[in-house]
C-alpha cells in the first residue's frame, strides 16, 4: 500500500472573496499534492469553507438575506475560483454542513467529559474583525489594536464556555522541544515559544451575542466559537468524529503531514489546535507551515491604494501569460519563507521571461527543432549509451547520473515542502542542457556528415534529459509539461510509474520529438498592473 499523506489549507471565510492570498495557499498546497501523487503517494488535499460567526451574520443581516444564503453564494465562488486555479483538491470542507456540524458537537461532548472544558466569564478584548479573543496582557502588547486590521479592540465581558488551554502549556513545551520542525519556518516557531514562556490562558471556545453558528450540546444559548468551530474542519473531514459507519475511512490521513497557513492564524494552530488534540488523545499534525503575507510595489496591499490583488486581476493574469505561468510565480517567488514577497507586474513579467520563456520554453524549443531538422524529427540513437564518458566528454552514462542524483534531490525538497528549491533544481537541469548545447555546438557539427554519430548521440542526451525535466516541473506547470511529454514522452508518458518516468533513456531511438513552443513573449509595455 502506498504511503498516506495529507496537507490542508485553513478554510476560507465566506465573508471575503477570493483573492491572492487564498490563491498562494492553496496553489502551493497543489503543487506538493501533485507532486506526492507523481510520486506514488497516497494524498488527501483538503480546502473548504468557513461559514459561522458573527460577521457572516451581520453581512446576510446588511443585504437582507439568510447566513446559510450568504455563505452558500461564497462558497460556490471559491469553488469556482478553485477551479479556475487548477486545484486538484481532494475533499472541500463547509462547516455548515452536518458532517461537520455533528461531529464538532461529538467531540465537544468528549471535552467537556474529560474536564477540559468549563463555564466560565470572559473579561478581555476582542477583535471584531478577527474574531478573536485577547487577554489584557495581550491586549496592551498589541496597544489595544487589531494586529491584524489596525482598528481597536472592543471591552467584553461574556459568560463563556472554556478550554483549559493552561493545562497544556508544558506538553505543549515538551512537543516543541521533542519536535524541532513541528513549525516553521523556525522564526515563526521562535515567536510561537515566546508567548508559550509568557504563560497560556484559558480561552473561551462558545459565544453567546449572536446564533449563526454550531450549538454547543447541551448548553442552550451557547454558539461555539468560530475558530474552535473551524479547526475542528481537519478532523472532521476525515470522519474522526463520525459514528456513522456509512462514512469513508479516512483515518489512515491522520496525523496531517502539512497544515499549511498564513502567518497571522498561526497561533490558533501552532498552539489551541495542538492543545485541543492531546484533549482529545489525537496525534498532532506533524508540521504546522506558516507562510508570510504578498504585499504590493513595497506596500500593504489595499483596495483603497488601488494594489489589491483580486481575482479580476488575476484573471487578467491568466489571459496574458497562462495560468501555468501565474502557478510558477506563485510557488517560486511567494512569501514561503519569514519575510514577506513583493508582487509587481515588471518583477512578475521578468521571471515569467527568464524562466519560462528562455529556459523552459526556449530549451525543448531548440532540441525539438534540431531533431527535426537534422534526424527528420526521429530520435536518433546514442552511440554512447551503457558506456562511462571517456576523454572528459560528456555521455550518457553522466546524463544518467545527473539525473538520478537531481530526481533524489527533488523528491527530497518536495517531501520537505521546499518547494523553491524543487523548482530550480528541476529549472537548473534545463539550463545544463542549454549549456551543453552551447558547448558542443550540434549546429555546428551538422555541417559535417562525418560528425552524425556525435550529433546523434548529443541531441538523444539533450532529448532524454528534458524529458526528465519536465516531469520534476510537471506539479508547477501540469498543462504546459503535458505538452512537453506528449512532444518528448516515448514510453515513459503521464500515466507510467514514477520510477519509468524520471528515469534517464526511456525515450526509444525513433520515437517522434515535435518542436512546441510553450511559452511566447510578452511585451513588457502591455504587463498586468496589480489592482
Known sequence: MSQAVCITTPIYYVNDRPHIGHAYTTTICDVWSRAERLMGRDVFFLTGTDEHGSKVEKSAAARGISPQALADENAAEFQRALATFGISNSDFIRTTQARHETQVQEQLRRLVKSGSVYLGTFEGWYDEGQEEYHTETRARELSYLSPISGKPLTRATEQNYYFKLSAFADRLAKHFADHPTFVRPSERANEMLGRLRDGLQDVPITRTNFSWGIAMPDAPGHVVYVWIDALFNYITALELGSADPARPDRSRYWP??????????????????????????????????????????????????GNFVDLATIDRYFAQFGLDAWRWYMATQGPIAATDADFNAKHFHEIYTADLVNTVGNCPSRVGAMIGKYFDGRLPADSTAGQPAHDGAIGSHSWDSLCATTVREWESRMDAFDLQGAARIAIDLLRRVDAFINETAPFKLAKDPANAVQLASILNQCAQTVRVAGVLLEPFMPSKMAALAGAFGGQASSGAPWVVRVKYGTIAAGHPIEKLALFPRVDPATCVPAG
Open 256 to 305: 496531517a503531514t502539512y497544515h499549511i497557513v498564513g502567518k497571522e492564524i498561526l497561533w490558533f494552530h501552532a498552539v489551541i489546535w495542538p492543545a485541543l488534540l492531546m484533549a482529545l488523545e489525537l496525534p498532532l499534525p506533524k508540521c504546522v507551515y506558516a507562510h508570510s503575507f504578498w504585499i504590493a510595489d513595497g506596500q500593504k496591499m489595499s483596495k483603497s491604494l
